[in-house]
């Protein structure tokens, strides 16, 4: 299994980083890929990030699973991303593919139709950028291979969700048993 967790400046780094670490935690092949023209990224918090590499340079027909963390201004560079969009589009219409976004992020594909019909959560300051989405309010909502999650509160599950998809429930109640993860 093989995740893509792109990263432009502004991203929420706490969805991002935490969505990593479960996800390698289980044995996913994760990417860390920038968005922007370097490698190193500075998150919504002014935390740099060294990116794996390039969005540009990674093979996504090897990829099960793309990740759009939020942040409101790196979502909006994602936005702005060529990349970032046609791999949207792409791995939501692909059969054994899932795209997964969380916070800010479901906007994304929402601006692109993707969400049409579909259940999804956002955060609540973007609810009204989810034009056709079925709003559940929940923390993470789950249609088809399209994986919404509501905001930083929300990613231990949102990851948690990832994992149970790609890899299997046992391995998620596992990774939650050795973080000592209670809910």
């Known amino acids: 299994m093989k995740a893509v967790v792109f990263l432009a400046d502004g991203f929420e780094e706490c969805e991002a980083l935490i969505t990593v670490d479960i996800l390698r935690r289980a044995g996913v092949e994760t990417v860390m890929a920038s968005v922007m023209d370097r490698r ?18 990674v093979d996504f027909d090897s990829a099960d699973l793309i990740v759009l963390p939020g942040g409101r201004l790196g979502t909006e560079n994602m936005a702005k991303s060529g990349i970032v969009t046609e791999k949207c589009r792409e ?41 056709g989405a079925a709003l559940t309010g929940t923390g993470v909502a789950v249609d088809g291979n399209i994986i919404t999650g509501q905001g930083l509160g929300a990613t231990f599950d949102f990851a948690f969700q990832l994992v149970s998809m790609l890899v299997g429930d046992e391995c998620a109640e596992q990774i939650k048993r050795s973080i000592c993860y209670k809910k």
């Open 40 to 57: 190193q990224v500075e998150s919504s918090r002014n935390i740099k990030v060294i990116a794996d590499a390039m969005a540009a340079d």
């Open 91 to 131: 791995f939501a219409a692909a059969e054994g593919k899932y795209l997964a976004v969380i916070c800010a992020a479901p906007s994304l594909p929402a601006s692109l139709g993707l969400l049409e019909g579909k259940k999804a959560t956002c955060h609540p300051d973007f609810e009204d950028h989810m034009a």
